[in-house]
């Protein structure tokens, strides 16, 4: 859940403040959630995080323009973080970075959320064929920006 706040929070800190209220409002409204806990709990986040993104829409500018954008792919580390994957990883973060928004919720909760798409579409309250769908065209839109790195990075092994 931390790894999706991070989808709209910049730093880790604003992420924790966002999981935390996520936490509380899932607890005051419990008794309204019949559905799977975990896909409620994101859908918690979700609204959440949109919810601070409105109270610190200025505060994020300025931040945004001022200090670079540190994604969530640098603290997760589920890549190799070595010399030669470097140039792979920024490339990987910088594709994700540039995704549409929809497309790119989605494959934050697939990946590191490890929802399915029944799971997807209840927390971000769409259809399965939908959350399916926008999974599925995020991953061409990577595939389609990496396409030139992996070329690379499979010449600079030999």
């Known amino acids: 859940m931390l790894l999706f706040a991070r989808q709209y929070a910049k730093n880790q800190a604003d992420a924790e403040d966002i999981v935390q209220d996520a936490f509380t409002r ?23 995080a949109l919810d ?9 500018r300025r931040e945004e323009s001022s200090a670079s954008y540190e994604f ?49 579409g209840e927390a971000l309250e769409i259809s399965q064929n939908t959350a399916a769908s926008r999974y599925r065209y995020g991953l061409a839109t990577l595939k389609t920006k990496l396409k030139g790195m992996k070329e690379w990075n499979l010449t600079t092994k030999n």
Not at 26 to 48: D, I
Not at 52 to 60: H, P
């Open 72 to 120: 969530i792919i640098r603290e997760a580390d589920y890549f190799d973080r070595s010399l030669e994957n470097e140039e792979l990883v920024e490339a990987t973060q910088q594709a994700i970075q540039e995704m549409p928004d929809l497309q790119r919720e989605v494959v934050v909760l697939k990946i590191w959320g490890e929802l399915t798409f029944n799971e997807i």
């Open 52 to 60: 601070w993104l409105r109270k610190n829409r200025r505060r994020a």
């Open 26 to 48: 899932f607890w005051k409204q419990r008794h309204r959630f019949n559905k799977n806990a975990v896909s409620c709990l994101f859908g918690c986040v979700r609204w959440a």
